[in-house]
């Protein structure tokens, strides 16, 4: 089965302190993405990325960065934690199959900036 | 990227099957049709996609229209554990390297 790991399930930060979200997947995937997920709101695309060392901007990138150096693990940073940022946060992975792989998800880390 | 559209909730009896629907009027071509869900304090769990033909595996059917222009997720023989918010989603290959739009999707609630 596949497996993504992201690093933690509950962090608490402070404003203005700069957070890295770690993930992991063990399956070789090409394609890594974050999305956050708010009452309400549904999930939303945050960042992805197709391959080691490049990054597409999804529905709301401002205020985050990414980072995939190595195809395994994919970074969500952000730069200066704002109490908006307050959230579930979903990694996934998937293969490059033309759009028909289905995304495989983390359990999420839960963000509060206080 | 196609929208979809889902109802907010719905209810099923232990045992009975769970039909659940969702509307993608705008789906195009090469688009294909991914359901998930997502059990409370967990990630979204993949279920079954499809792009034209009716699909099933161990845990769903899928029944898409001649027009795929909607369509029903089947839970045969709902339990209790497949309390959970479901999605319905459109993604296509190309250059969105499947990335996928979720919507609100439908909160099903089985009862005993």
């Known amino acids: 089965d596949v497996k993504v790991t992201q690093s933690s399930r509950y962090l608490v930060k402070r404003t203005g302190e700069k957070v890295f979200l770690e993930c992991v997947q063990d399956m070789d995937h090409e394609n890594m993405f974050w999305y956050r997920q708010d009452p309400g709101l549904g999930l939303r695309l945050i960042y992805f990325s197709y391959d080691v060392k490049m990054k597409e901007k999804g529905d709301i990138p401002e205020g985050y960065s990414v980072s995939r150096e190595k195809k395994e693990r994919f970074s969500l940073i952000l730069e200066s934690a704002s109490t908006n940022q307050t959230s579930m946060y979903l990694c996934?992975?998937?293969?490059?199959?033309?759009?028909?792989?289905?995304?495989?998800f983390g359990n999420g880390t839960r963000l509060t900036v206080t | 990227d196609a929208k979809t559209t889902q109802p907010p909730s719905m209810d099923c009896a232990e045992g009975r099957a769970a039909n659940l629907p969702c509307n993608h009027s705008t789906i195009s071509g090469n688009e294909y049709v991914y359901w998930y869900r997502q059990i409370h304090s967990q990630g979204p769990q993949y279920i079954i996609h499809g792009l034209k033909n009716n699909e099933t595996n161990e845990m769903a059917s899928l029944i898409i229209t001649e027009d795929r222009k909607s369509s029903t997720l089947i839970l045969p023989h709902a339990t209790l554990r497949d309390t959970a918010v479901y999605y319905c989603?459109?993604?296509?290959?190309?250059?969105?390297?499947?990335?996928?739009?979720f919507g609100q999707g439908t909160i099903l609630t089985v009862h005993p």
């Open positions: 989603t459109i993604g296509s290959g190309g250059t969105s390297y499947g990335k996928l739009t």
């Open positions: 996934a992975s998937s293969t490059r199959d033309r759009g028909r792989s289905p995304l495989h």
